[in-house]
């Protein structure tokens, strides 16, 4: 027969499987029979052979040692045919692995039985993770004539450190004895996971769906290497910047099981403030707890002001001008960026259509605070105002009106006096009636007219008389008359009449 196959050993049994090829019991009624050969470098005149029909064999072998064996076949108690030699070594149970932390991992095993057979020892420890961190690394170490107080191998230990968290590892150990012809002999492979870590901070923050009380945020997971762990959730942390100061969490669970994550999230945050800036800090959290930050900050959008401008006052400074005056509302009333505020009046007696006058706001200061004046020019003259409202703009709308206020224009000067008539002329005396300006023209109450005369040619001593108003009507409509005497005869008079008001 062919040479049997599959070679593998252990402690306590050596295994094989038939050679390759067909062997009915019907041609073959006794079956294959195997002859299993072995000894230890250490003793190789202490030949050991052993026969059996089936393909495993039950030994006792010496620990920590290093045995070449070999298996033939043959049929019908024939001769054995063709060899199939391997190298196994034994004790390979007592190599373990732990986990110190989660960038190291101590491995430890016992020493062959060589230290002291004047022979150097080479052990290779290789050690790669499974899914990260996938290059293979050595650490690679000689032993020579090393034995404890009791005549035996001092048992090894070495630090695998600079490993990745959270990662398998897959360590063999190797044995190379020059002196014995034994090369790169694998005598134990085991597996360990280095301890979860704190993640690093999530990746690529960027904000959708934002409206005046609402945007959400979407991230990925920190790169795949730096996750140190399953992430099993997201701590989410916002805090507005102007209003809604009060820090608040939330959690982002992840249904994945998947290590490394893969998958994007998405939080989603409502019942903010409108036109303010949020300062949202993301973290992953696994076995190690929470991990670092991730910094976005979003700022929700406008709309139109809710409150009203708040101690509206207006006050005549001049004749035609009227200032406005008021307290912009609290803060978190404004919702933006206030640009501009309307002032809209009606006059009486005169002025009576309603006009608006639009003010800008230049400040970029948000939000406002404190008070803003606009003064109305080119007014009617003693004139009441009703100013009804005052509204507050920005960038998505016009808010509330405030309550009406009134404001009265100064008095002027008023203009002439209109349709002087001389009447009653003798010698001596004659009178002048006149009407009041007109109405629009008289600038304020008028309380007296000012009679100015002077004669030509004699009598030419500049004299002055008042005409009192009786009316305080506003317009004064009422005609008056002065008269005037003790005059000279056929002499020419000029005559000036002005009205007077509070200017």
């Not at 040692?65 to 034994?90: C, E, H, K, L, P």
């Not at 014995?180 to 690529?204: H, K, Y």
């Not at 994550?261 to 403030?273: G, K, N, Q, R």
């Not at 009507?473 to 000036?496: F, G």
């Amino acid at each position: 027969p062919g040479v049997p196959q599959s070679l593998n050993a252990s402690n306590d049994n050596i295994t094989w499987t038939a050679p390759v090829g067909i062997y009915p019991t019907e041609v073959f009624p006794a079956g294959l029979q195997y002859q299993v050969t072995y000894r230890t470098l250490q003793n190789l005149s202490d030949v050991q052979t052993q026969t059996t029909n089936e393909t495993i064999l039950q030994i006792n072998l010496s620990q920590n040692d290093v045995y070449i064996y070999s298996i033939a076949a043959s049929i019908f108690n024939s001769n054995f045919g063709q060899t199939a030699v391997s190298t196994f070594a034994t004790g390979t149970e007592d190599t373990t692995a732990t986990t110190i932390n989660s960038t190291a991992i101590t491995v430890s095993f016992r020493q062959l039985q060589y230290c002291s057979a004047d022979v150097t020892v080479q052990y290779d420890l290789a050690y790669a993770g499974v899914e990260l961190d996938t290059t293979v690394r050595n650490v690679v170490f000689n032993i020579t004539n090393q034995t404890t107080s009791g005549g035996s191998c001092e048992p090894q230990s070495v630090d695998l450190t600079g490993l990745e968290e959270y990662v398998n590892y897959m360590i063999s150990l190797s044995v190379t004895i020059t002196e014995l012809g034994v090369n790169d002999l694998l005598i134990a492979e085991v597996m360990n996971e280095t301890f979860q870590a704190v993640s690093a901070a999530p990746q690529n923050l960027t904000s959708e769906n934002i409206t005046s009380t609402s945007f959400c945020v979407t991230f990925i997971p920190p790169t795949n290497n730096t996750q140190n762990g399953q992430i099993t959730s997201y701590t989410v942390t916002y805090q507005g910047e102007l209003f809604n100061t009060t820090e608040y969490n939330t959690n982002v669970s992840v249904s994945s099981v998947v290590y490394p994550l893969t998958e994007s999230s998405i939080v989603c945050l409502s019942d903010l403030e409108e036109y303010n800036n949020y300062t949202v800090l993301i973290r992953a959290n696994n076995g190690a707890g929470e991990g670092d930050a991730a910094t976005i900050t979003v700022q929700t959008l406008e709309t139109a002001p809710v409150a009203a401008p708040q101690n509206v006052n207006a006050t005549s400074n001049t004749a035609t001008t009227i200032t406005v005056c008021f307290e912009f509302p609290e803060g978190s009333t404004q919702n933006g960026q206030l640009t501009s505020f309307n002032v809209t009046l009606v006059g009486t007696p005169f002025d009576t259509e309603s006009q608006t006058i639009s003010f800008n706001i230049t400040s970029i200061e948000y939000p406002m605070n404190g008070s803003l004046c606009g003064d109305v020019t080119n007014l009617e003259e003693f004139n009441d105002y009703n100013i009804t409202p005052v509204i507050l703009i920005n960038a998505a709308g016009s808010g509330p009106s405030s309550p009406s206020v009134q404001a009265q224009t100064l008095q002027a000067v008023s203009t002439a006096p209109q349709n002087l008539s001389s009447e009653n002329i003798t010698s001596t005396s004659f009178c002048v009636t006149f009407d009041p300006p007109s109405n629009i023209t008289q600038n304020g109450q008028i309380t007296s007219y000012t009679v100015t005369y002077q004669g030509e040619l004699f009598n030419t001593t500049e004299y002055n008389t008042n005409v009192s108003v009786s009316s305080v009507v506003y317009p004064l409509t009422e005609s008056s008359i002065v008269c005037l005497s003790d005059l000279e005869e056929y002499n020419n008079y000029d005559v000036s009449i002005r009205a007077n008001n509070g200017a």
